[in-house]
Nanobody, 124 residues
Framework: VQLQASGGGLVQTGGSLRLSCVVS????????VGWFRQVPGKEREFVAA????????SYADSVKGRFTISRDNAKNTVYVEMNNLQSEDTANYYC??????????????????WGRGTLVTVSS
């Protein structure tokens, strides 16, 4: 299974971006997909995830109400729509896939496959 994240860029505070994660070699209908982010020198942190069933979504408290995760089964792609971006959202964003259960969606240890990051920079 391979994942390709894209959509990062430079945006002003309060702006929006949509990140995409294309999954190949597997289907998003059988893998849970999560988004994580990391700033150099800091630990990787959970952002959002969608269960393989599509019936459950999970968000970090810091992004609730601003970020929305969704998926397009036909395109085998998972998106995260990020609105009202703040400087603290600046990070490398990674998508990952795994046979997650609802209780493990926010745990990076539950994900087997990781894509390369896409950089999001929010400027004031």
């Amino acid at each position: 299974v391979q994942l390709q994240a894209s959509g990062g860029g430079l945006v002003q505070t309060g702006g929006s971006l949509r990140l995409s994660c294309v999954v190949s070699g597997g289907t998003v209908r059988t893998y849970g997909v999560g988004w994580f982010r990391q700033v150099p020198g800091k630990e990787r942190e959970f952002v959002a995830a969608i269960h393989w069933s599509g019936g459950s979504k999970s968000y970090a408290d810091s992004v609730k109400g601003r970020f929305t995760i969704s998926r397009d089964n036909a395109k085998n792609t998972v998106y995260v729509e990020m609105n009202n971006l703040q400087s603290e959202d600046t990070a490398n964003y990674y998508c990952a896939a795994g046979k997650t259960i609802v209780s493990s969606m926010a745990d990076d240890r539950a994900y087997y496959y990781w894509g390369r990051g896409t950089l999001v920079t929010v400027s004031s």
